[in-house]
């Protein structure tokens, strides 16, 4: 968030001075020892207007004073200014196999609390917002009197309706139907975002790599569950339906007996996705859900010669294939535990450079992300600091 602050007002209708609040705000949040002196001489603006702005800011929590002094050159010494990151606070939730994840973040993106709770397969909708509620709860016992709770947000998988704030469907939780999400924000009391885990972290990988802002890009997940987000020159590709890219039901049998959790016969899931491959090998350990876990294991494994693993692989990358025809993006970013093992990336990589047609094979390119869902957690609640700080720089004073 404090990367893109300056930006804060972009786009939209701002006086110079606002500007300039932004842009003294974020040179106090990244710049050690500042002081109001070193903010006139770098950032050119008038002493008047930087000792006003200060004022604001720590009237308003997000700067201090500290007690550290400097002098660089004959004259007074120089306070030390000092950005307060828990001044704002936001809660991010996630799912990752069957369980909830919860974090809290500050100004900063920096992670105050965490929680994890698993679900079973049978919870219902009821069960799920207890369990929302239970997370939130955890990771806000040891909020700062001074901090301001902005808002949670609630990153999905299966089918998602952000707009109304309804989670139409997910496989991994079968008796989740049609669940109102306006009833957790109720119990909350605070504001509720909803979105899909996947337009979440590629939001996050746009926002932190600029160069991809113009470019299309494709982010496919395989992992317990196999899914996909693209966006256009930074704009994510939408549904009305709730759903996009479902890149893991798309059929790749028209005869097989294998069913989906999703209910139907022969999705590409069946054939490649962790919870149809878990306990069939010796390499996709049975009952761990974690994909963190699983990601480590894939790393340090060779994998790529067992015949069951062959078998998904060929089935994935025919079906990204498929993807790759229809959207022709620039890039294809790879997330998840099992693109994590160099010899399958490597295997995909190799697949789409025998078999794209010439025009096309060096103008992609193919990213393997390490770490897992990592971004949704912090690009899930930047509306949430970016319509605050909106306000709170904007300058009030003169």
């Known amino acids: 968030m404090i990367s893109t602050v300056e930006q804060i007002h972009k786009g ?52 201090e004073e500290t007690s550290e002094r400097f002098q660089e050159a004959p004259g007074r010494a120089q306070v030390v200014l000092r950005a307060n990151p828990d001044r704002l606070t936001a809660v991010s939730i996630t799912v990752q196999a069957r369980q909830i994840r919860a974090a809290r973040l500050n100004i900063t993106e920096e992670v105050q609390e965490r929680y994890a709770e698993p679900l079973p397969p049978e919870v219902s909708n009821e069960g799920f917002l207890e369990g929302c509620l239970r997370a939130y709860r955890a990771v806000t016992q040891e909020v700062l009197n001074d901090s301001e709770m902005l808002g949670v947000a609630l990153s999905l998988v299966g089918t998602v309706d952000s707009a109304h704030k309804r989670w139409i469907s997910t496989a991994r939780w079968k008796n989740i139907r049609n669940l109102d999400l306006g009833k957790l924000e109720l119990s909350l009391g605070i504001p509720l975002l909803v979105n899909r885990m996947q337009d979440a972290e590629l939001l996050y990988f746009i926002q932190k790599n600029p160069s991809y802002r113009e470019k299309n890009v494709l982010l496919v997940h395989w992992g317990f569950g196999i899914g996909a987000s693209f966006a256009s020159r930074g704009s994510l590709l939408d549904s009305t339906v709730g759903r996009t890219c479902e890149i893991g039901h798309v059929r790749v049998s028209s005869s097989s007996t294998k069913q989906c959790q999703c209910g139907a016969y022969g ?73 994590e093992n160099n010899g399958v990336f490597q295997s995909i990589a190799w697949f789409m450079q025998r078999e794209l047609p010439t025009y096309a094979r060096d103008r992609i390119e193919f990213l393997a992300l390490i770490g897992g869902f990592k971004g949704c957690i912090r690009s899930s609640v930047y509306p949430f600091f970016q319509k605050r700080l909106e306000t709170l720089l904007k300058v009030r004073s003169f």
């Open 267 to 339: 999705c590409l899931e069946t054939e490649a996705a962790l919870w149809a491959l878990q306990g069939n090998t010796p390499l996709v350990p049975e009952g761990i859900l974690d994909e963190d876990e699983l990601s480590q294991h894939f790393r340090e494994s060779e994998i790529v010669g067992d015949p069951l693993i062959g078998h998904a692989l060929e089935h994935f990358c025919l079906a990204l294939y498929n993807f790759i025809q229809v959207f022709y993006p620039d890039t294809v970013l790879f997330i998840g535990p099992v693109t």
């Open 12 to 63: 939209k209708r701002y006086r110079l001075k606002d500007k300039d609040k932004a842009r003294i705000y974020k040179e106090i949040c990244t710049t050690p020892r500042c002081s109001r002196k070193t903010i006139i001489q770098k950032l050119r603006i008038r002493p008047t207007t930087v000792s006003k702005i200060v004022r604001e800011l720590i009237e308003d929590g997000l700067v």
